[in-house]
């Protein structure tokens, strides 16, 4: 895992090893399809969704879990 801010989503995904990028895409996707409307961001640092301008949910892979907020 790199410690530097992910560009994108893609980025941040991509920084982990394959068994944890299966999760986060699977992470990724669900939100897609929950909220089709939002749009992706990085935002702290981590992966965000923002709907209406506002973050509607934050994801993020780390060390040894999974954040979701």
Known sequence: ????????????????????????????ETIIKAAPESEEAIKYGIPTFVLSNKNLVHFAGYKTHIGFS
């Open 1 to 28: 895992m790199n410690k530097k801010t992910a560009a994108n989503i893609d980025e941040h995904i991509s920084s982990f090893p394959e068994s944890t990028q299966v999760i986060l895409k699977k992470v990724r």
